[in-house]
């Protein structure tokens, strides 16, 4: 059975940093390209960062040059570094994992981030 699973969120306050970890199955992982998504009640499902699994990465224009995806293919493991987080970044985050090949993506069950004073 797949899973992801995410840790790491919480509360934190405007400028702080959290950094976000997901656990993944090692039967799908190193042929993934592993994402970040966020989201907020009412709104889409929206990418946040996203790492092939060659390594080259992607991110969206609103946390750019603030957060940083990374993974360690020895772990079977992703990471969100997030820095100079603001209020806007609240949400829950998910971790996704995603085969050119296969039509079926899996998600964990996210994690909430809270910035707020």
């Known amino acids: 059975q797949v899973q992801l699973v995410e840790s790491g969120g919480g509360l934190v306050q405007p400028g702080g940093s959290l950094r976000l970890s997901c656990a993944a199955s090692r039967s799908i992982f190193s042929s993934s390209a592993m994402g970040w998504y966020r989201q907020v009640p009412g709104k889409q499902r929206e990418l946040v960062a996203v790492?092939?699994?060659?390594?080259?990465?992607n991110y969206a224009d609103s946390v750019k040059g603030r957060f940083t995806i990374s993974r360690d293919n020895g772990k079977a493991a992703v990471y969100l570094q997030m820095n100079s987080l603001k209020p806007e970044d609240t949400a829950v985050y998910y971790c996704?994992?995603?085969?050119?090949?296969?039509?079926?993506?899996?998600w964990g069950q996210g994690t909430q981030v809270t910035v707020s004073s």
């Open positions: 790492i092939g699994s060659g390594g080259s990465t």
């Open positions: 996704n994992a995603h085969r050119s090949f296969s039509p079926r993506d899996y």
